[in-house]
């Protein structure tokens, strides 16, 4: 029997799709609602299906940035062709990305006992829903916003794609919030720092997705509820990205702030009464 059923899938999907790149933390919201339906947050197929689904809205930032990647890529392989192309600004952001990578990658496997175990519980979403709240009211409120794009750097991209090994760590904390927050803190705009957040997200995810996969098939989900779930995260991602995307261009991050808050609450009465088991 798959450990997860179709109608849960579509659910967690939607989950997923809503919260991925929004800074409220997908992984704390999937562990709440997984909570809430009776499923086993520490299972290793339950690890492995939401890790799988996430390609779905990695899927999403594929499309909606579909020139923006095609350009990066085409720049870094004239580069490894011709060493005259390396100049290329394109060329070396491309390389950046993956260099972020790296040390969320080692992390990772290094950590992913605990990952997978003690870190799972829900009391730790709970805090890190507070913590990342903070450092994000923190650093919407003292950067300085004065840096755009084209003014991201090396030791940028690499500082930032470190952030992700917070939320790695500490489900509740949010990937995209780590990173839009150091973002933020480095300067950089509120529409750079979330753009700089999506590049990051597709090897890191994509990598995810792939690494747990045999976990979710091989733990018991069977291949219909994984189709399911990453369709719609799919669907539901794309539009959360547009909307995002529009939406700090005009505001300030307080409302997820609040928003992040308020969910720490509700999940710690949860836990208290027994609602909710950690």
């Known amino acids: 029997m798959?450990?997860?059923?179709?109608?849960?899938?579509?659910?967690?999907?939607?989950?997923?799709?809503?919260?991925?790149?929004?800074?409220?933390?997908?992984?704390?919201?999937?562990?709440?609602?997984?909570?809430?339906l009776g499923i086993k947050v520490d299972d290793k197929a339950?690890?492995?299906?939401?890790?799988?689904?996430?390609?779905?809205?990695?899927?999403?930032?594929?499309?909606?940035?579909f020139k923006d990647i095609r350009r990066l890529l085409a720049a870094?392989?004239?580069?490894?062709?011709?060493?005259?192309?390396?100049?290329?600004?394109?060329?070396?952001?491309?390389?950046?990305?993956?260099?972020?990578?790296?040390?969320?990658?080692?992390?990772?496997?290094?950590?992913?006992?605990?990952i997978d175990g003690p870190l799972a519980s829900l009391w730790v979403v709970a805090g890190s829903l507070v913590a990342g709240s903070g450092l994000m009211w923190f650093a919407d409120r003292y950067g300085r916003h004065k840096r755009g794009e084209d003014d991201i750097n090396l030791p940028?991209?690499?500082?930032?794609?470190?952030?992700?090994?917070?939320?790695?760590?500490?489900?509740?904390?949010?990937?995209?919030?780590?990173?839009?927050?150091?973002?933020?803190?480095?300067?950089?705009?509120?529409?750079?720092?979330?753009?700089?957040?999506?590049?990051?997200?597709i090897p890191t995810l994509t990598g995810a997705g792939?690494?747990?996969?045999?976990?979710?098939?091989g733990g018991g989900v069977s291949a219909t509820p994984l189709a399911v779930g990453t369709v719609v995260s799919f669907v539901v991602a794309y539009a959360s990205i547009a909307w995002l995307l529009k939406y700090v261009a005009a505001h300030t991050?307080?409302?997820?702030?609040?928003?992040?808050?308020?969910?720490?609450?509700v999940l710690v009465g949860l836990l208290a009464t027994g609602a909710l088991s950690a």
């Not at 339950?46 to 940035?65: D, E, K, N, P, R």
């Not at 394109?90 to 080692?106: N, S």
């Open 156 to 201: 940028d991209t690499m500082i930032v794609g470190s952030a992700q090994i917070l939320a790695l760590l500490f489900p509740g904390f949010s990937r995209s919030g780590a990173t839009i927050s150091t973002s933020l803190i480095r300067d950089l705009d509120r529409v750079a720092a979330t753009r700089l957040s999506f590049f990051l997200s």
């Open 76 to 114: 870094w392989f004239r580069g490894l062709r011709n060493p005259a192309a390396r100049n290329d600004r394109d060329y070396a952001f491309t390389w950046w990305v993956i260099y972020a990578t790296i040390p969320v990658i080692l992390v990772g496997v290094a950590a992913k006992p605990l």
């Open 210 to 217: 792939i690494y747990e996969l045999k976990d979710a098939v």
């Open 46 to 65: 339950v690890v492995g299906f939401t890790a799988v689904i996430q390609v779905g809205a990695i899927a999403a930032v594929l499309v909606y940035f």
């Open 253 to 265: 991050f307080d409302a997820f702030v609040a928003y992040r808050l308020v969910i720490a609450a």
């Open 2 to 36: 798959s450990a997860i059923s179709v109608g849960q899938a579509v659910l967690l999907g939607i989950v997923e799709g809503l919260t991925e790149f929004l800074p409220v933390s997908s992984t704390g919201h999937l562990k709440i609602t997984e909570g809430l």
